[in-house]
């Protein structure tokens, strides 16, 4: 599965972007998807998960009642619906897929390139 991220840029804190994750490849919409962020000199670290029917999510302590992940299994894609930003949320946005169902602290097995999120205070 290939999957490619998009939607990042600069926004003010407290403001709003919504990221996107397009898949493609064999079997696309039949995979758990997460989103995992890495600020600059840190290590990359989860944000959110969603099965494959989208009933169940899984979210980062720092980001729950702000982000929320889903996806569109017609369209092959994620999303990541980022509301209330602070400079903390500052940091490249990947997307990943693995088989199997959502598990928390599952790994990942396919990863997209990034997408920057830089939050100005």
């Known amino acids: 599965v290939q999957l490619q991220a998009s939607g990042g840029g600069l926004v003010q804190a407290g403001g709003s972007l919504k990221l996107s994750c397009a898949a493609s490849?064999?079997?696309?919409?039949?995979?758990?998807m997460a989103w995992f962020r890495q600020a600059p000199g840190k290590d990359r670290e989860f944000v959110a998960s969603?099965?494959?029917?989208?009933?169940?999510?899984d979210y980062a302590d720092s980001v729950k009642g702000r982000f929320t992940i889903s996806r569109d299994n017609s369209k092959s894609t994620t999303y990541l619906q980022m509301n209330e930003l602070q400079p903390g949320d500052t940091a490249v946005y990947y997307c990943?897929?693995?088989?199997?169902?959502?598990?928390?602290?599952?790994?990942?097995?396919?990863w997209g390139r990034g997408t920057l999120v830089t939050v100005s205070s």
């Open positions: 990943a897929a693995q088989t199997g169902p959502l598990v928390p602290g599952m790994k990942f097995d396919h």
């Open positions: 490849g064999r079997a696309p919409s039949s995979r758990t």
């Open positions: 969603i099965s494959v029917s989208g009933l169940n999510t």
